[in-house]
C-alpha cells in the first residue's frame, strides 16, 4: 500500500497521540483525502500484531463501499455485521459493522474500534465506549468535520489528530479548486431555528418558490457548462420540484432520498457516472460515501451547519481527468453567511461546555461581485471572473455638468443627491421592505426621510439583489429611532 506524504504523517501523530495516552482519539481527513485508505493502513497494522478490528460505519450504504476498499488495499478477511449480509461470516478478525445492526445485537470482542463518520454521535457509542468492559479497548475516529457540540463531552473522543486541511489538499492538486457563484438570495427572514440550523418545515415554504426554483433551472443552463451535478434541496416535495424543472428544460436529471432502496441508487449512481443523467437532485443521502466524478454544487438548501456545509461542498473536491475546478452554484447564500470551506476549521474537540464570551477577532467573509455574482474573497478589489472593480464614491457627484454633495450620515438635501444614488436607496428600501413583508409604501415613506421629497416617478422599484452596508445602517438607526419616539409617546 502506498500511501500519500499527508496520511504516512496522520498515521504518525494517530501513534504518537496513542503513546502518550490517548484512548479516544479522532482523525481530521478532508472530504477526499482517502479517509479509507488511511482507515486501511491502521488495520493492516493492527492485523500484522494479531488483533481483531471492528469498523462501524453510519449508513447500510457505506458497508459495500468499505469492503471494496479494504480488499483494494490488501484486507480480505473480513466479515459484516449488518442483517442478513452475505458477508456474514463472525469468524473473520476484521468486521464492518451497520451501527445500527450493533445495537440490536451482541457486539463482538475486539482490541481496536474504527468509528467511520464519528461526528455523528448515536446513543450506542455512549453506552458502548463507557462499558467498563471496554475501558481499555482503543476506539479511532474518523472524520472531515470534527466540529460537532459535546464530541469530547462524556467520555467520548479525547483528541483531535489533523492530518491536513482542505486548503492543503487543494495547494498540492490532491483536491480541486472551487468557484462559487452566489445568483440568489433567499428571503429567510420569517424561517426558524431548531438546533442551531434553520427548521426545515418552514424552510422548504421559503425556499420552494416558482421564481427560486426557475432561477436554479436558469442559472444550470447558463453556467452549468453540461457539467455533472449534484443538488442538494431541502425536503422531497423541494428537489422533486427542482428535478420536474430540470426535465421540462430538457435536461436528464434524477431523484435520490433516504428512502431510495439500494439498487436504485446504484442505478442512479451507474447512469450519473456514464454520463447519461446530469444532475441528480438529493435530500441529504449524498453528503458521505459518495465518490463519483462531480464537477458541479448547486446549494439549495440553506444551512447554519458549518459540518454540513463541508460535507455538501466536498462532494464536489475529488479531482478527475479534465477537471480543473468546481463549479458552485450557491442559491443559498450559505459561502456568504458561513465563508469558503477552506477558512473553516478548529484545532480541538467540543467538550460540550458553555463558551465564555471573548472578543474575537472580526472575521473576514467573502464577497459577491455585483456585475456577475462570482463570490470573491475578503479584500480582492477586482473581480477574479469578470473584473469588474468596484469605485469608492467620494463626497463630491458630479454628472451632466452639476456638482451633488453626498454627505454621510447627515441625509442629503433635496436636488443634491444624483440620480444613480436615489436610485441605489430606493432599490435597497425596496428590498428591504419585500424581505421584512412590509407594503411597498413603507419603502416610500423611508425615501422621504432620507432625501426630504417622495420618490420621483422616473425611479424603478425594482428591489436590489443585496442591500447595501451604509443603507442597511441607515435603516437600522432609523428603527431605533422610531421606536424610541414610540416609547417617549407612550
Given at each position: 500500500?502506498i500511501l500519500r506524504d499527508y496520511q504516512t504523517a496522520v498515521i504518525e501523530n ?45 449508513s447500510i450504504s457505506l458497508i459495500d463501499q468499505t469492503v471494496e476498499r479494504f ?420
Amino acid at each position: 500500500m502506498i500511501l500519500r506524504d499527508y496520511q504516512t504523517a496522520v498515521i504518525e501523530n494517530l501513534r504518537e497521540a496513542l503513546v502518550t495516552g490517548s484512548m479516544r482519539p479522532v482523525i481530521q481527513a478532508p472530504t477526499g483525502a482517502g479517509k479509507t485508505v488511511i482507515a486501511a493502513a491502521i488495520v493492516n497494522m493492527a492485523r500484522d500484531k494479531g488483533k481483531k478490528v471492528l469498523f462501524c460505519v453510519p449508513s447500510i450504504s457505506l458497508i459495500d463501499q468499505t469492503v471494496e476498499r479494504f480488499r483494494q488495499n490488501g484486507i480480505w478477511d473480513v466479515g459484516v455485521i449488518q442483517a442478513q449480509h452475505e458477508l456474514t461470516d463472525t469468524s473473520q478478525p476484521v468486521q464492518v459493522c451497520s451501527i445500527q445492526t450493533l445495537a440490536r445485537r451482541n457486539i463482538p470482542q475486539a482490541d481496536l474500534v474504527i468509528v467511520d463518520e464519528c461526528h455523528v454521535m448515536f446513543k450506542l457509542y455512549d453506552r458502548w465506549m463507557n462499558h467498563p468492559d471496554w475501558q481499555n479497548v482503543r476506539f479511532v475516529g474518523l472524520t472531515a468535520t470534527p466540529w460537532a457540540k459535546g464530541m469530547a463531552a462524556n467520555g467520548r473522543w479525547d483528541k483531535l489528530v489533523i492530518g491536513t486541511t482542505t486548503k492543503e489538499l487543494i495547494d498540492k492538486k490532491h483536491l480541486s479548486d472551487f468557484k462559487v457563484y452566489a445568483p440568489a438570495h433567499p428571503d429567510l427572514s420569517g424561517v426558524k431555528m431548531q438546533l442551531g440550523d434553520y427548521e426545515l418545515k418552514s424552510l422548504a415554504a421559503a425556499m420552494n418558490k416558482g421564481k427560486l426554483v426557475a432561477d436554479i433551472i436558469t442559472t444550470w443552463v447558463e453556467r452549468g457548462q453540461d457539467r455533472s451535478t449534484i443538488c442538494f434541496a431541502v425536503d422531497r416535495l423541494h428537489a422533486k420540484t427542482i428535478q420536474k424543472g430540470f426535465i421540462e428544460a430538457g435536461i436528464k436529471a434524477e431523484y435520490m432520498d433516504a428512502f431510495t432502496n439500494l439498487q436504485d441508487r446504484a442505478e442512479i449512481i451507474d447512469r450519473f457516472q456514464k454520463g447519461e443523467v446530469k444532475i441528480i437532485c438529493n435530500v441529504g443521502v449524498l453528503t458521505t460515501g459518495f465518490d463519483a466524478d462531480v464537477r458541479c454544487i448547486i446549494l439549495a438548501r440553506p444551512t447554519k451547519s458549518e459540518i454540513l456545509y463541508v460535507q455538501m461542498i466536498g462532494r464536489g473536491l475529488r479531482t478527475a481527468d479534465g477537471k480543473d475546478h468546481c463549479l458552485i452554484l450557491d442559491h443559498s447564500d450559505t459561502t456568504i453567511r458561513l465563508g469558503f470551506v477552506t477558512d473553516i476549521h478548529s484545532d480541538q474537540l467540543d467538550d460540550g461546555k458553555p463558551k465564555k464570551k471573548e472578543s474575537k477577532p472580526r472575521v473576514l467573509l467573502p464577497k459577491e461581485c455585483p456585475q456577475c455574482s462570482f463570490v470573491k474573497p475578503p479584500l480582492v478589489k477586482e473581480c477574479p471572473a469578470c473584473g469588474f472593480k468596484g469605485v469608492a464614491k467620494g463626497k463630491l457627484e458630479c454628472e451632466a455638468g452639476e456638482l451633488y454633495e453626498i454627505t454621510r450620515g447627515k441625509g442629503l438635501v433635496a436636488g443634491k443627491a444624483s440620480p444613480a444614488d436615489m436610485q441605489r436607496w430606493f432599490s435597497d428600501l425596496v428590498r428591504y421592505a419585500d424581505l421584512r413583508g412590509y407594503k411597498r409604501g413603507w419603502a416610500f415613506h423611508a425615501f422621504r426621510d432620507k432625501f426630504k421629497m417622495l420618490p420621483p416617478s422616473w425611479l424603478s422599484a425594482t428591489p436590489s439583489s443585496m442591500i447595501s452596508p451604509d443603507i442597511a445602517s441607515w435603516i437600522k438607526s432609523r428603527n431605533i429611532r422610531n421606536a424610541k419616539s414610540k416609547g417617549r409617546v407612550a
